[in-house]
């Protein structure tokens, strides 16, 4: 029976890690989705699937990813809530946001999950 508990936890946790990360793709030149909502505590992936050298890079100075280049992504937690606007360094055009939603349930049971493994 505790087998079967720890074994349903860990099937929980990983299934929690996988849903809790966005991916944003970066195309050239835009991203996709330019405007994400995600839940607060939430993992944001920026993948390149572009040509050419993206960045993201936040328009108030919380996070620069630096050169993302074609199939390099960049991943940032993003634990605060509110909306957060972001660019490229190299493409004036290419804009976006994260909107950091206040869902308590999602992250407060991941976080729960993930207390047991610490
Ligand atoms: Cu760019």
Known sequence: MRT???MTTVALA????????TE??????????ANAVVP?????????YGAVVHTSTSDTQIWDSGDIRPNQFYKRKFNQTGTFPYHCEYHAAMRGTIRVTDTPVTPESFGRVKALFR
Request: charged fraction near 25%.
């Open 40 to 48: 607060r505590g939430e993992m944001i992936k920026w993948t390149n």
């Open 24 to 33: 944003i793709r970066i195309e050239d030149n835009k991203f996709v989705p």
């Open 4 to 6: 079967l508990v720890l």
């Open 14 to 21: 990983f299934a929690a890690a996988a849903w809790a990360e």
